[in-house]
Nanobody, 123 residues
Framework: QVQLHESGGGSVQAGGSLTLSCETF????????GTWFRQIPGKEREGIAA????????WYSESVKGRFTITRDTSKETLYLQMNSLKPEDTGMYYC????????????????WGQGTQVTVSS
């Protein structure tokens, strides 16, 4: 059974940085994507950063490209999301998820989800 637990959310001023962590238990890195989704108030949940199975190829949504970086430490079974140059519109609930995909940002490809961690960016 795969279990995910996010941490690292909080409040920050615009232009600041946060690093989210997702502890994963039972995550099979060779076969599963690791992905960060977020839900901004009033909008549908969207995939924003993904790291592929095996090779570790990464994908980013246009809204975060160049500002956010997804990494993983397999020895610690942890996914990370480094978020720089945060904007008020980045405010929302951030979730990590894992699954076989094959499309990095399609929720249908994800079996396991964390509970989420709140990020609030003030102007």
């Amino acid at each position: 059974q795969v279990q995910l637990h996010e941490s690292g959310g909080g409040s920050v001023q615009a232009g600041g940085s946060l690093t989210l962590s997702c502890e994963t238990f039972g995550y099979i890195y060779d076969y599963y994507y690791g992905t960060w989704f977020r839900q901004i108030p009033g909008k549908e949940r969207e995939g924003i950063a993904a790291i592929g199975a095996g090779t570790g190829r990464t994908w980013y949504s246009e809204s975060v490209k160049g500002r956010f970086t997804i990494t993983r430490d397999t020895s610690k079974e942890t996914l990370y999301l480094q978020m720089n140059s945060l904007k008020p519109e980045d405010t929302g609930m951030y979730y990590c998820a894992t699954g076989p995909g094959p499309r990095p940002f399609a929720e249908s490809g994800y079996n396991y989800w964390g509970q989420g961690t709140q990020v609030t960016v003030s102007s």
